[in-house]
């Protein structure tokens, strides 16, 4: 079993400057264009004011699923920030729609009636965590920490198991796998939570959650596989999302001990990271997964103050624009297809972009 990388690294001496965020730039003005212009392409080709529904891909019937609903409510909330009065005024909308459309009891299934996948929870709940930083103050935050609470019900407690722990991915019958994804973004809800609230039990969860990530999903290559079975069997797949959210969760550690080496592990895998995908952010990765690794690369950057951080999310948003956007309508299209999933994930990292402390000129 490997040791817990962030408890344990030693002896690293690192400086990190305290500074005032600069001043919003040219380039910081060019992304928060292209947040809302991006915003209200999803909202005219893929949404659907009479149900409060979206489509999946453009031109099909308004019924997503939970999970590219949950990146669409974040960017609603991500322009909010810029600040957008249309976008504000449309997030409690859709946090009704949500109610009325996936919930069920405490949680949300990923269809009206159907399974609970715990990172479509996970998803929704950082999501309501930026709307409560955002304008939706208190009630916002206490449904995300209710959400927190039914999350961490579903680790995995059996002692006979392969690396027992770690959040299971689903309900759903006749799978078992146990993923980086629910775990590591559990973490990273329960750190958001404990810095808000500094209730001794999120952080204790948050550190139980990132050392099963490190024990048993945590390659030689300072990368993180996708999930383990039960009979133990691991599915080494890297996927950026995975490593953007250990990223994201190290940051937040960081922001509370202070400890350099919880900074220099979340480098190491930024580093790692930068390096294994360089040449496949095209050819093998969902913009979705890499939008979220580059966003949580940004946090990365506003505390390390690491500028080539910034210019590699800088440059995959302006190829972004540059290649799968069409002028026209304003959408981004992969693979022949335009998919909320894909047009959610832009306008986040446009809006991450814009609001950056480092972003600067082209």
Avoid at 151 to 167: K, L, R, T
């Amino acid at each position: 079993m490997r040791r817990l990388v962030f408890a344990f690294i030693v002896g690293v001496a690192l400086m990190v400057p305290v500074v005032a965020a600069a001043p919003v730039s040219a380039n910081s003005n060019v992304d928060a264009k292209r947040a809302v212009a991006s915003y209200n392409a999803m909202q005219r080709y893929l949404f659907d004011s009479r149900t409060g529904m979206y489509s999946e891909v453009a031109g099909e019937p308004a019924s997503a699923y939970a999970w590219p609903y949950s990146q669409a409510l974040a960017a609603t909330i991500a322009v909010a920030a810029l600040p957008s009065r249309r976008a504000a005024a449309d997030v409690p909308k859709r946090l009704r729609s949500l109610d009325l459309r996936y919930r069920v009891g405490a949680m949300y299934a990923a269809w009206p009636g159907g399974d609970i996948y715990f990172d479509d929870n996970e998803w929704i709940a950082g999501a309501l965590l930026d709307w409560s930083a955002t304008r939706g103050g208190l009630p916002a935050r206490k449904r995300a920490a209710e959400l927190f609470m039914q999350i961490v019900q579903a680790w995995d407690s059996d002692a006979q198991h392969p690396c027992a722990g770690g959040i299971f991915w689903t309900d759903a019958a006749g799978n078992h796998d146990r993923n980086t994804v629910t775990t590591a973004n559990a973490a990273l809800l329960g750190l958001r939570l404990y810095k808000a609230t500094h209730t001794a039990s999120y952080l204790t969860w948050s550190k139980r959650l990132l050392g099963w990530v490190d024990e048993c999903m945590l390659g030689t290559d300072d990368l993180y596989s996708d999930h383990i079975a039960l009979d133990g069997t691991i599915d080494e797949t890297h996927w950026s999302y995975n490593q953007g959210l250990l990223i994201g969760s190290l940051v937040e550690l960081y922001g509370i001990t202070h400890d350099a080496a919880t900074l220099a592990r979340a480098e190491q895998v930024g580093d790692a990271a930068l390096a294994y995908f360089v040449d496949r952010w095209d050819s093998d990765e969902p913009p979705e997964f890499a939008a979220i690794f580059f966003r949580h690369l940004l946090s990365l950057a506003a505390v390390d103050l690491r500028q080539d951080y910034v210019a590699a999310a800088q440059s995959y948003g302006d190829q972004a624009w540059a290649a799968a956007r069409d002028s026209r309508t304003g959408l981004f299209s992969y693979s022949g297809q335009t998919r909320l999933l894909d047009q959610a994930a832009l306008v986040q990292l446009y809006a991450t972009l814009a609001r950056h402390p480092l972003t600067s000129d082209p």
